[in-house]
């Protein structure tokens, strides 16, 4: 960014944090640490130079917003990262369509959705699977089934693009009714899988599901909305990022992944459909 827009978008910035504030020039100007020529100066348009840093940090301890968004580098002007718990996420009242995680997909559309999911991704799994889940992790079963059709919807938009990328051994294991769903009876993990398969084929190509081996590459489960955010699931809570430097190292990541898959979306169905017959 141009240093002269870089100073013009600050000014922009500062004057909104002033006018929430309902303080005058003055009082504004004593809060940060600096006096109110300094502060005119500031907000007069004629300079092209940022503030310090200890009155840019002063600024944003002051009215709680981070350094990224009021340099321009972060559309969310909330602290670099936050915790949010699962169920802040993804249990409001009104169904899945009110949670912050679906008003995130929301802000997110027309730009690229990168997933990583912890187990079966939400939007492939079939209801008895998604019950049989909720039960094992003490989950709302009505909530999840909500938020998979929700996700099921959004992929349908024609200008959603998301990619998913997850270890292949994941969904084998699933096949073979071992680990988590070592109860989960042979009819319903068939099911699940023919009801993947076609998923993967309707949805495609604005959804689409890569595979890495999971003994040679490794990830953490986690999510990135665009360039604005990304959302890392650490088991019952999320640790959301809004600074644009870890969202750059996560979807450097993520790209790390996609170029390291072994199934490529366009083979992931096939991939899927033999799973039966292992």
Not at 162 to 171: D, G, S, W, Y
Not at 242 to 269: C, G, K, Y
């Amino acid at each position: 960014m141009d240093k002269r827009d870089l100073a013009d978008l600050f000014r922009d910035r500062l004057k909104a944090l002033m006018a929430r504030s309902g303080q005058n020039q003055s009082a504004f100007a004593a809060a940060i640490g600096i006096d109110r020529s300094a502060l005119s100066q500031l907000l007069s348009g004629t300079a092209t130079r940022l503030p310090r840093a200890e009155t840019l940090l002063n600024i944003a301890a002051e009215h709680k917003v981070s350094l990224d968004w009021l340099l321009g580098l972060s559309h969310d002007e909330g602290v670099t990262g936050e915790l949010r718990a699962s169920l802040e996420i993804a249990e409001a009242p009104g169904g899945f369509d009110r949670t912050l995680l679906a008003k995130w997909h929301a802000e997110a559309v027309g730009t690229k959705i990168r997933y990583v999911p912890a187990g079966i991704p939400d939007l492939l799994r079939t209801e008895a699977v998604i019950a049989y889940e909720a039960e094992a992790a003490e989950q709302n079963r009505a909530t999840q089934i909500d938020e998979a059709q929700y996700r099921i919807d959004y992929n349908r938009r024609p200008e959603t693009d998301m990619e998913v990328c997850m270890p292949r051994q994941t969904l084998e294991i699933f096949a073979k009714g071992q680990g988590i769903w070592s109860d989960l009876p042979e009819s319903i993990r068939v099911k699940q899988i023919d009801h993947m398969v076609r998923l993967l084929d309707d949805l495609y190509p604005t959804f689409r599901l890569f595979l890495y081996d999971g003994a040679k590459r490794f990830s953490i489960p986690y999510t990135i909305f665009g360039p604005i955010r990304a959302a890392i699931y650490v088991g019952g809570m999320y640790l959301v990022l809004n600074a644009t430097q870890p969202v750059t190292t996560l979807t450097r990541h993520f790209d790390f992944l996609i170029r390291s898959a072994e199934v490529n979306a366009d083979e992931a169905a096939a991939f899927v459909s033999s799973l039966k017959l292992a």
